[in-house]
């Protein structure tokens, strides 16, 4: 996942699942989740009207070709939304 600008210069945010509200970590192919993101903001950055979130693919490959081992890859970008922020109280 990347974060546009001014977001990019900051550390990732936190992501929640909406139905739980527990830590996301990795996410299962086609089962679609609801997340909340949340970053603490460093004062004197002004904050966005919005952010551009890019997520990227992975594949997984049982062997692959350079070291024989199976693993998740990263892949090319495959989804990128524009959302609204909005700052807590």
């Not at 460093?42 to 081992?69: C, E, F, H, S, W």
Request: hydrophobic share 40%; charged share 20%.
């Amino acid at each position: 996942m990347t974060l546009s600008a001014p977001a990019q210069k900051l550390p990732m945010p936190t992501v929640y699942l909406d139905r739980d509200k527990y830590l996301a970590g990795y996410f299962n192919p086609n089962m679609p989740e609801r997340l909340t993101m949340a970053w603490e903001w460093p004062a004197g950055v002004p904050v966005p009207d919005k952010v551009t979130i890019t997520v990227t693919g992975q594949i997984y490959k049982l062997r692959d070709n350079l070291y024989g081992a199976s693993g998740w890859y990263d892949r090319d970008p495959v989804a990128t939304v524009d959302l609204p922020v909005e700052k807590a109280l």
